[in-house]
């Protein structure tokens, strides 16, 4: 059974600061990693992906991934109100997504 | 719009009746999955097929629900005797078997409500 961890929050961080979001994984089997953002009453849609070891930095958003410590995190620098949202970690082998609960975060102005 | 659509958008139902959703993947793509959310969950897997062969099915899936994708496109969810614990988002996503990113598209859910 594969599990997906992450704390629910919120995790409320002023405008311009660093929201670190963090998720760790049961499944030593897993290949690629992934970050969903969801807002309130939305679907998912895909922030970053991850397969290799190490940091992956687009824009704003900087996914690291360590498989030893079956440990994935989405940092994200300036944030913005917009960022307001629900952050969904998930995680696949071969072919189906396992998601976590997600974590609310909130960015005050 | 060519990104995955789900019909219908909202469903309110009695106990005891019988649904269906319909998802129309985005054209391209061989996968279709049916994903279920509740209020502060993530979307948890129910099914999913590669072109018309179902390939999984989660536990969470009793023989209530049935899924099919009869000609490799569009799919339908159907639940029968619905009970309250059904109240949930249902997602429908798609994807390309080989895509070199593994993304998930999803629709905008269909949101039902058992009363």
């Known amino acids: 059974q594969k599990e997906v961890e992450q704390n629910s929050g919120p995790l409320s961080v002023p405008e311009g600061a660093i929201a670190s979001l963090n998720c760790t994984y049961s499944?030593?089997?897993?290949?690629?990693f992934f970050w969903y953002r969801q807002y309130s009453g939305k679907s998912p849609e895909l922030i970053m992906f991850?397969?290799?070891?190490g940091d992956k930095e687009d824009g704003r958003f900087t996914a690291q991934l360590n498989k030893a410590s079956q440990y994935v995190s989405l940092l994200i620098r300036d944030s913005q109100p917009s960022d307001s949202a629900t952050y969904l970690c998930?995680?696949?082998?071969?072919?189906?997504?396992?998601f976590g609960k997600g974590t609310m975060l909130l960015v005050s102005p | 719009d060519t990104g995955v659509s789900q019909d219908p958008r909202h469903k309110i139902t009695k106990r005891g009746q019988n649904v269906t959703f319909r998802c129309d993947p985005i054209?391209?793509?061989?996968?279709l999955y049916w994903y279920r959310q509740t209020l502060g969950q993530g979307p948890e897997f129910l099914t999913y097929?590669?072109?018309?062969?179902?390939?999984?099915k989660s536990r969470l899936l009793s023989d209530r629900f049935s899924a099919e994708r009869p000609k490799g496109s569009f799919s339908t969810l159907e639940i029968q005797r619905t009970e309250q614990g059904d109240s949930a988002m249902y997602l429908c996503?798609?994807?390309?078997?080989?895509?070199?990113?593994?993304?998930?598209?999803f629709g905008e859910g269909s949101r039902l409500t058992v009363l």
């Open positions: 996503a798609s994807s390309l078997v080989l895509s070199n990113t593994g993304e998930l598209f």
């Open positions: 499944d030593r089997g897993s290949q690629s």
């Open positions: 991850i397969y290799s070891n």
């Open positions: 998930a995680v696949t082998g071969y072919s189906t997504l396992t």
């Open positions: 054209s391209e793509h061989n996968r």
């Open positions: 097929f590669q072109n018309e062969a179902q390939l999984e």
